[in-house]
């Protein structure tokens, strides 16, 4: 069990306390976006940056009135996470708006405290369905013209389609579009800032030698935004597999044009990105277009790299009750969130926890995570091989519980030397309720009295996909 704060990641606050605004910067390199300066790298889901108005790839430019252009690193980072102020103001710029006001107020916890947030990542074998980090990467090839600066560019339209294939450019182009606005550019018909011009092949690999293989060798998951899950798609994307070995060839690009300053003979493409795409079985332009035209995307108007795009897909999903424990005694509650379930069940700090749903709790942190090792490990062959994926920590065994399994499933949650206490955390799955009935129960201590409390549990979901 790793348990990691995510409130260290941003920002420190006094000795009993880490506090956070919940996002990163990092300093452009990129001459045609925010070049050295500072801009939003990444943001914490449910963090005050995640409910403001904050997105990733805005250029800051003031920060509590300070032009952040003249600032280095360390004196930005200073401002950013100067610990005797509150709260945050900065403007930010973008595509879609220029100097926008963001105020943010610190959200801070005790220093010896891990919440239900953190918990379910430590404990996310219990629910790798609900919880979960993947990595995957897509060979996208980037460029850009390093003579423009692309907040010049507002609007955008599309190149003229071509008729003998008129539904699959229409398609692709919608993609597009979606993605652009959702950036805050305007598509119009008439004069745009961008001419967007979209290529594409799909051909039977001439050098196919069939694969009497195909099964084993492995194929990629990608994240879908449509489903909002990642999925295993008939492509190949690994260096020990042949090309003689892909039925399929694909390849997908899109250029960002400027009409303007392009002649008859020379177009000035301000952007670019161009995937190439070896295939195992079928996957048509259409399909492979709907999953990848918003990764494409995601590297404008900032691409981190240009020979390849690396992708991080969190998600969380996980009972909230508000509590925070004493990591150095996980039975006592350390915090409870204003109005948070636990908040209305008039649970708080100092309160004793000794059971919840019945399972004694643990106090010592390092016989919990020897447990749940040993759950682990004990509890493999209960899932599920057909559903095998790899996380960011480089764990290759992570799978599904088996469906036809899920009454052992609960048995073993229900195992004291396992202490799954927090497993409550996925009580609303069958593998570990089966009754379905998501209240629980904690039997507290409170001075010398003892009481047993039942709540309900908000569901939360925490999700992020980024690049890196």
């Given amino acids: 069990m790793l348990i990691q704060s995510s409130f260290g990641l941003t920002t420190e606050g006094s000795k009993s306390h880490n506090c956070r605004y919940g996002f990163s910067f990092e300093i452009s390199q990129q001459r045609n976006w925010a070049y050295q300066q500072a801009l939003v790298s990444s943001i914490i889901p449910l ?22 252009h003249k600032l280095t690193a360390e004196e930005i980072r200073a401002l950013l996470f100067d610990n005797t102020k509150e709260s945050l103001r900065m403007e930010v710029t973008n595509l879609g ?105 799909y051909k039977k690999n001439p050098n196919y030698v069939g694969n009497s293989n195909a099964d084993r060798f492995p194929t ?54 161009e995937a190439n795409e070896l295939l195992q079985s079928n996957l048509s332009l259409e399909n492979y277009s709907l999953v990848h035209i918003p990764l494409m995307f995601m590297q404008y108007p900032f691409a981190k790299t240009k020979e390849t795009a690396q992708f991080k897909y969190t998600k969380k999903r996980y009972n909230f009750t508000g509590i925070s424990y004493n990591i150095d005694n996980l039975r006592e509650i350390n915090d409870v969130d204003k109005m948070s379930p636990a908040y209305k069940s008039r649970l708080q700090a100092g309160d004793i926890v000794q059971k919840i749903n019945g399972l004694k709790m643990n106090d010592n942190l390092k016989d919990a995570s020897n447990a749940y090792k040993q759950f682990i490990f ?57 009754s379905g009935t998501n209240i629980l129960s904690f039997q507290i201590k409170r001075d010398k009295s003892v009481m047993e409390v039942s709540l309900s549990p908000a569901i939360r979901i925490e999700e992020s996909l980024e690049t890196y």
């Avoid at 692709?172 to 290529?199: A, C, V």
Wanted: hydrophobic letters at 35%; a neutral charge; aromatic letters at 16%.
């Fill in 47 to 68: 963090s005050p940056a995640s409910f403001s108005k904050l997105q990733i790839n805005d250029i800051i430019e003031t920060i509590n009135g300070i032009a952040a």
């Fill in 97 to 201: 708006y220029k100097s926008k006001e963001i105020l943010l107020q610190q959200d801070c916890k005790k220093s010896n405290s891990i919440n239900e947030s953190e918990l379910a990542e430590a404990y996310s074998f219990y629910s790798l369905e609900n919880t979960s980090t993947r990595s995957f990467v897509c060979p996208f090839k980037t460029s850009f013209h390093e003579d423009v600066n692309l907040l010049a560019y507002s609007s955008f339209g599309f190149s003229p389609v071509d008729e003998s294939n008129t539904k699959l450019e229409n398609y692709i182009n919608l993609q597009i579009k979606s993605e652009l606005e959702k950036k805050g550019m305007t598509y119009i018909e008439r004069n745009p800032d961008l001419l967007i011009n979209t290529y594409y092949s």
């Fill in 220 to 273: 990629e998951y990608r994240f879908n935004i449509h489903s909002n899950k990642m999925e295993k798609l008939p492509i190949y994307f690994n260096p020990l597999i042949n090309s003689k070995e892909a039925e399929f060839i694909l390849n997908l690009g899109v250029r960002l044009v400027d009409k303007k300053k392009s002649s008859a003979n020379r177009l000035f493409v301000v952007w670019e990105c």
């Fill in 378 to 434: 004990q509890t493999i062959m209960l899932r599920d091989y057909n559903v095998k994926f790899t996380n960011t920590e480089g764990f290759t065994n992570c799978m599904y519980w088996d469906k036809l399994k899920y009454s052992k499933i609960a048995d073993a949650f229900q195992r004291q030397e396992y202490k799954t206490e927090f497993s409550y955390l996925y009580f609303f799955e069958p593998y570990i309720n089966p």
